[in-house]
């Protein structure tokens, strides 16, 4: 079964300065998905960005971009420019057979 | 055009009460999800659905819960009887396709609280 691990429940990062969040998975599947999900404190789950198994490049959308190393089974967050809106925590998310299985979490504090 | 729709947004009731959460998803969309998020268990998947039938509902604590989607732009999650553990926030998410890069969009959410 797939797993997705988020070691860090917590991070602070100074405004305007660029972040990365961890996240690890385990899976036996050649083709899959990770998926980043931002959540603020208004609760809802806001779908950021996606990669997948056999992409050749490292996905980016905005000031979002995916550290994606596939032999250490890695798919790193990165926030470039952070904003003070960016403080929320933020899930990463593996498919399985059509579902979803989400990480823990890390909660990101970005100071002004 | 709308995202995903659930309501209430908001539901306080009391232990042994039959509990109904509802959702509409994307129009066009052809696979729903319920997902349950917790402080221990996190986000969990519940059920989904592709085109209205229900494909694992592995995630279903147990018997008290029950969901159904009679139609492509409706679903329901009841609980019946409640119990205080299952306070939680109840999501639903819906995409086009469910292949491997299909996106879910979910819902605002419903925040259950059962005393």
């Known amino acids: 079964a797939q797993k997705i691990t988020q070691t860090q429940p917590g991070m602070f990062v100074q405004e305007k300065e660029a972040v990365t969040l961890d996240c690890t998975y385990d899976t036996s599947d050649p083709s899959y998905g990770l998926f980043w999900y931002k959540q603020p404190s208004s609760g809802e789950m806001i779908f950021l960005i996606y990669?997948?198994?056999?992409?050749?490049q490292n996905a980016t959308e905005g000031r979002y971009s995916l550290n994606f190393q596939k032999a250490r089974k890695s798919a790193n967050l990165v926030i470039s420019a952070s904003q003070l809106g960016d403080s929320a925590m933020y899930f990463c998310?593996?498919?399985?057979?059509?579902?979803?299985?989400f990480g823990q979490g890390t909660e990101l504090s970005v100071k002004p | 055009d709308a995202g995903v729709i659930q309501s209430p947004r908001h539901e306080v009731t009391e232990m042994g009460q039959e509990v109904t959460l509802r959702c509409k998803p994307i129009s066009g969309h052809d696979y729903l999800f319920w997902y349950r998020q917790t402080m221990m268990r996190g986000l969990e998947l519940l059920i989904y659905f592709n085109n209205n039938v229900p494909i694992d509902d592995s995630g279903m604590p147990e018997d008290r819960f029950s969901a159904k989607m009679p139609n492509a732009s409706f679903s329901t999650l009841k609980i019946q009887p409640s119990e205080p553990r299952d306070s939680a926030v109840y999501f639903c998410a819906s995409s086009f396709w469910g292949g491997l890069g299909d996106t879910q969009y979910f819902g605002p959410g419903t925040r259950l609280t059962v005393l």
């Open positions: 998310a593996i498919t399985q057979g059509g579902k979803l299985i």
């Open positions: 990669q997948g198994s056999y992409d050749q």
